[in-house]
C-alpha cells in the first residue's frame, strides 16, 4: 500500500436513491472529496423498509413506488458494484444539461447514462434483492441510534477510528470552502462518543 493510500479515510454512504436531500448531501461529500484525501463507498438504505408497517408512510407512498429505484441501486451495488452505483446515482439525479434534477429521471435514462445494462431495470419489479436490501439497510441503521433516515454516514480514519451519523441534512450544496468547513465541523461532532443529534 502507498503512503498516499495509508493516509486516505474512507465514507460509507447509505442513501435511498429517491431522496432529494439525501442527493444533496450526496453532492456535498463528493466535493468534499475532491479536495481531500477520501474514498466513497455508495451503499443502499431504502425509506421502503425504514417506514414498513407504519399505519402511516410518512413519505406517502401507499402504492409502494419508491420500492423500485431502492431494488434496482442494491442490484447494481450486488453485480456490478459502489463506483457503479455511484455512477447510477448521479445519473439518477443529472438533468440533460448537466443540472441537479428536482426528481429522479427515469430509470432506464439513468442506466444508459451510467454506462449500465438496460435490463437491470427489471429488478425494481421483483423481490430477488429484497434480501440484500434489507441487509444493506440494517447495516447501515444498526451504526446509528434514535429514529434517523437517509443518509447515514460511516466515516473511517486511516487509523481505522470510525465514527457513524444521521447526514448531514442540507438544503443547498456549499461552496468548496464551506463543504470543507462543514465536513471539519462533522468529524469533530461526530467523535464525541456522547454526542446524539443537533438540528437548526
Known sequence: MATGDRDRWTVDFWFDPACPLSRITASWIVTVAERRPIDIRWRVMSLSVLNEGKDVDPEGDEEGYLWIPARVCVAIRTLHGHEALGRFYDALWTAPDGGRREWIRDIGEALGAAGLPAELALAGFTTDHDRALRASHQEAMSLVVGEVGTPILAVTHPSGARHA????????????????????????????????????
Open 165 to 200: 451519523f444521521f447526514g448531514p441534512v442540507i438544503s443547498e450544496t456549499p461552496d468548496p470552502e464551506d463543504a470543507l468547513r462543514l465536513w471539519d465541523g462533522t468529524l469533530l461532532v461526530a467523535s464525541v462518543p456522547e454526542f446524539r443529534e443537533i438540528k437548526t
